[in-house]
């Protein structure tokens, strides 16, 4: 499955790394690629080992608000 998660508080670089390595740790997820420009995350993950819910949990760990 392939979703788009809004992200705030991404504001350089370090952030985008950051929120990608967090996410990519999650079991299941396939890639992960954020853009500052948009505030978001692009995600693809196996529904059947990763739940979204757990791939925003991630992002918000790594100290990020998700919508």
Same mark, same amino acid.
């Given at each position: 499955?392939?979703?788009?998660?809004?992200?705030?508080?991404? /504001?350089?670089?370090?952030?985008?790394?950051? =929120? $990608?390595?967090?996410? *990519? +740790?999650?079991?299941?997820?396939?890639?992960?690629? @954020? /853009?500052?420009?948009?505030?978001?995350?692009? =995600? $693809?993950?196996?529904? *059947? +080992?990763?739940?979204?819910?757990?791939?925003?949990? @991630?992002?918000?760990?790594?100290?990020?608000?998700?919508?």
């Amino acid at each position: 499955m392939k979703t788009i998660i809004k992200v705030k508080g991404m /504001s350089c670089g370090g952030c985008k790394m950051g =929120v $990608e390595h967090a996410v *990519k +740790k999650v079991p299941g997820v396939v890639s992960a690629e @954020a /853009s500052l420009e948009k505030a978001e995350l692009a =995600v $693809e993950f196996d529904e *059947k +080992k990763a739940a979204l819910s757990d791939i925003k949990a @991630a992002v918000v760990t790594a100290g990020f608000e998700t919508e």
